[in-house]
């Protein structure tokens, strides 16, 4: 207590350790060395105690690792919330940062270094925002005044996890939940997180097929409603697995609303040169999709720049790449086979149908480029590249609507090389690249859910699709380039080969499908493409609708056989050319 009271003044004396800062190692091999840790648990309860007073570098020097959850519900190991002095110093203005890599020794080969990440929850590595962290030395956990606790909720970002040139970090994830395995966990609020250049493996193999992505649902009773990972519901217990998890979303913790939490969206995370295999995706990243500003009206509210490249992702049940609510977001140069999907496989999925009161997901200002897609396999839908926007439509209290996409939506699918998507049966539609709005539901893919949505500004260019035949007589759409309500469209400079005639469907077997408005010069730019079909496959099959999406014409799957036949009736593909067999060039 205060001895005098009379002035309250406590006097006493106290010593403040410095921060980490430098290099420091993990592991056995330098027991007892000033700047060693022998297991990942101490190396991360001395971040948390002393955070940061410069920049960190830990090296791996053994050969393998096992971390555990602390308790139920937990990831393996937890970096979410506050590490003091990680991130931005606006009062030093200095970033620090903490970097996870192999030593000398380790780095110079492949997969020299296995952490295995035994998760109760099913999460390996975690990062973001949270209020539940259980290390005992993280700031959120010390006596704290309320009012001042909201701050130690956020995570500072600025950590990455780089295996090296020869990719020597393995992870690898046992999960003790059924179905949910992720490697990595991007949780809300995560900024500035690299994972490069590491293996990045499924050791729980009951997991690796499971594909059910979470959504996220909105009413003036309850507010924005998060599915959990893992959802519960009258159609069972479903869950999905990925090696990279980057999903944003909003607490509906109390405590954290009393604190002054922010709801924050996640950004500038980069997935570089990893490869990836055995999960229902290989990365998967999700946005909010709106929130409600001051005036309590909504606004978008997306996941902003973020880059997903140079990765090698195989054999997934899924797709490769799964990105939803995205705003200015790369998916570029990656590798992406054996996509062994169930009803549907896709090398990249861009948004979801919405379902009942939760929403679909639509991205905007999004960048596809790059990427060589192929062995892509499906029973229902198998697709090299789809896009599918979803359009969000709110009401706000002052009775406007809020709706997104509204206006340009700057979607660009380019240099791409996609082939090899096989049918597992003859109901399968194939096709190398899908660009759709939602469709009122799965028997009507000719029939939009909203008739007047066209997706504004899209650009198809320079893509080399290749649509083998598999030797299924099939009733699904087969197509190179798939096409329905768009408007202000670029389709240009791609190279498409159908090799494959047998479609007795009503969408048929052609190089490009089509169907939207009549192609006018502000719906359509075709232009300087290259066409290679065989045995009387179209060159274009052509559906033609008016404004509210009501079939003006359906034309018939063999209608444009020719090039000539089509440049007559829509004055498109005037430069395009047809007839040279590229596909042994």
Known sequence: ???????????????????????????????????????????????????????????????????????????????????????????????????????????????????????????????????????????????????????????????????????????????????????????????????????????????????????????????????????????????????????????????????????????????????????????VSLGIGANLNSSNLFVKFYNTNNVIKNNIINRVYGAGVFVGFEDNTDVAYNKIYKINGGNTGYGVLAGLESYNSLFGYNNTNLHIYGNQISEVKGTKEAVGIKVLQSQLKLANSDGTAFTNPSGEEGIDVYSNAIWDVRTANNLTSKGGIYVTTERLNATTPDMPKVNNYYIDKATVANNTVIIDDDNIDNSGTISGIAIQNTKNLTLANNAIAVLDTKSSGPGGCSAVFYQGLKPTADVLTMNNNAYYTVNGTAVVRYIQLDNNSTIVELGYPTEYTTLDQWRLWTGQDMTSNIGYNFVND
């Open 1 to 283: 207590g205060d001895p005098v009271l009379a002035d309250d003044i406590i006097e006493g004396d106290f010593t403040v350790q410095a921060g980490l800062s430098g290099v420091y190692t993990i592991g056995t091999k330098y027991t007892g060395n000033a700047n060693n840790f022998t297991t990942i648990e101490k190396a991360t309860d001395a971040l948390f105690l002393k955070g940061l007073s410069g920049n960190v570098t830990f090296e791996f020097t053994d050969d393998s690792y096992d971390i555990y959850s602390p308790g139920l519900d937990q990831p393996a190991w937890d970096l979410s919330s506050a590490i003091l002095g990680l991130g931005y110093d606006a009062n030093a203005d200095v970033y620090r940062t903490i970097t996870f890599k192999p030593s000398a020794e380790k780095g110079a080969s492949r997969g020299t270094v296995t952490i295995n990440l035994h998760a109760q929850n099913g999460k390996g590595i975690t990062f973001g925002q949270s209020s539940t962290n259980m290390n005992p030395f993280a700031i959120i956990n010390a006596s704290i005044e309320p009012d001042k606790k909201g701050a130690y909720v956020n995570n500072g970002g600025y950590i990455t996890f780089d295996g090296g040139a020869q990719k020597s970090l393995k992870f690898n994830i046992i999960s003790n939940e059924p179905n949910h395995a992720s490697v990595f966990y991007l949780g809300r609020g995560s900024h500035h997180i690299t994972i490069k250049n590491c293996l990045i493996e499924n050791g729980t193999e009951g997991t690796i097929t499971k594909t059910a992505l979470p959504r996220v649902t909105y009413n003036a009773a309850d507010g924005f409603i998060f599915q959990s990972d893992v959802v519960t519901s009258v159609d069972g217990i479903t869950g999905y697995s990925a090696g990279v998890v980057n999903r944003a979303s909003i607490s509906n913790s109390s405590i954290e609303k009393a604190w002054g939490v922010p709801a924050m969206t996640n950004h500038h995370n980069v997935i570089e040169g990893n490869e990836i295999k055995n999960f229902g995706y290989g990365v």
